[in-house]
């Protein structure tokens, strides 16, 4: 083989190196075990209220499910620019998941699988996000939605941010303890996470998308993914609440989430049919390789 068609050979499965697959990996066993370990143990999550069990129990098999869909992927005989995008949400709903878990609930006996967990889950998303050659993914032609999914993407940052603020400002001011709060006090890491991290991130990638960045639009499916599953996650522990009969406490963001859940998952499916980026270049093969 000469080397202009090792030049030309689409990327196969192993990815970015092979390290994108045993990372995807890891992740999965170690989202069985800790999922396996909340459904089957006695007291997985102890000094919670009876909903937020049921809720985090759900989650877990929702989880499981996305540990299933991360090994599919990477184990792909030919790895495509759209399942690197998906996988990439996928890890992206995982590090925000067990992180939750890290900070938002009592320490129990797999408390090191979730260490695991959360540093494979954001090393391996900060590397395929770091891979990706933004000269390879070219605009779409629909400016509609590239604008629409943007401007989407700034008004949920900005009104979820007013909505945990409106709780959190008060109480800097001298009111009330905000609603809800961690575990023995400690800030609601929903609070942390939104404010420090996704909502940040979400109003970058909605900028770039108003300002016509070609790199907006594989970065806008990596958060659109991550919104679907991390929102149907918690909608699959409010129905195991209702099912069975436990009281409901829906916050502020319920509806919000629900309408955002179904606007995402068909913002996604567009966006995963409009990307057509180089199927020879879309990843650098190398962490630091420079742009040519």
């Known amino acids: 083989m000469s080397k202009r068609d090792v030049k030309n050979k689409p990327m196969t499965a192993t990815w970015s190196g092979r390290s994108a697959v045993w990372s995807s990996v890891v992740v999965a066993l170690g989202i069985v075990v800790a999922a396996m370990y909340g459904l089957l143990a ?7 209220p009876a ?15 996305v540990a299933g869909a991360l090994t599919f992927l990477v184990l792909r005989p030919l790895v495509t620019p759209r399942a690197h995008l998906v996988r990439l949400g996928l890890l992206a709903y995982v590090a925000y998941s067990y992180a939750i878990y890290l ?13 695991v967990i959360e540093a494979a889950a954001g090393a391996a998303l ?6 990706l050659r933004p000269s390879a993914w070219p605009r779409i032609r629909s400016r509609r939605l590239e604008r ?10 900005v009104l979820f941010a007013m909505l945990w603020l409106s709780t959190l400002v008060p109480y800097a001011l001298g009111g009330p303890p905000p609603d ?10 929903v609070f942390v996470l939104d404010l420090v991290v996704v909502l940040p991130c979400l109003l970058a990638v909605g ?3 108003v300002h016509g960045r070609a790199i907006g639009g594989p970065l806008a499916v990596v958060a659109l993914i991550k919104i679907v599953t991390l929102f149907t996650a918690l909608w699959a522990g409010v129905a195991a609440v209702a099912v069975t ?3 409901l406490h829906l916050g502020l963001d319920a509806a919000p989430s629900l309408l955002l859940l179904v606007l995402s998952a068909w913002l996604a499916v567009l966006w995963l049919r409009e990307l057509k980026p180089d199927r020879r270049r879309y990843l650098r093969s190398a962490l630091w390789e420079s742009e040519r």
Request: hydrophobic share 45%; proline share 9%; glycine share 14%.
């Open 207 to 209: 900028l770039l998308l």
């Open 180 to 189: 809800p709060e961690g575990v023995g006090g400690t800030p609601y890491p």
């Open 51 to 65: 909903a937020t069990v049921l809720g985090a129990k759900a989650q877990d098999v929702c989880s499981i499910l």
């Open 245 to 247: 009969g436990e009281p």
């Open 126 to 131: 900060l590397d395929g996000l770091i891979r």
């Open 103 to 115: 900070t938002g609930v009592p320490m129990n006996r797999v408390f090191l699988v979730y260490v």
């Open 148 to 157: 629409g999914t943007g401007w989407m993407l700034l008004v949920v940052a």
């Open 42 to 48: 006695a007291e997985p999550y102890r000094d919670l």
